[in-house]
């Protein structure tokens, strides 16, 4: 059974940072293009960034340059870290299988002005 379990959310004012965790089991990670995502309420879970196998990555515009998506194959996990924090990255973020329906359930992030 896959399993995402994401940890690392808090509350921090703006121009701070966090790092997110998302620990992964029941699948061969090291081969796995791992994303994380975000929602706000009423709205759409969007993409933020991804990563492959290879550690090519990708990320949506507003983020690039201040977010930083990486992966350690021996622990099964990927990180998200998040510098320059703004009010707009607010947000439950969502680690996610890339391009399959496998979900964690989400940390909150809360960036205060």
């Known amino acids: 059974q896959v399993q995402l379990v994401e940890s690392g959310g808090g509350l921090v004012q703006a121009g701070g940072s966090l790092r997110l965790s998302c620990a992964a089991s029941?699948?061969?990670?090291?081969?796995?293009?791992m994303a994380w995502y975000r929602q706000t309420p009423g709205k759409h879970r969007d993409l933020v960034a991804t990563i492959t196998s290879g550690g090519s990555t990708n990320y949506v515009d507003s983020v690039k340059g201040r977010f930083t998506i990486s992966r350690d194959n021996a622990k099964n996990t990927a990180y998200l870290q998040m510098n320059s924090l703004k009010p707009e990255d607010t947000a439950v973020y969502y680690c996610?299988?890339?391009?399959?329906?496998?979900w964690g359930k989400g940390t909150l992030v809360t960036v205060s002005s």
């Open positions: 996610n299988l890339y391009g399959m329906d496998v």
């Open positions: 029941g699948i061969i990670f090291s081969t796995a293009v």
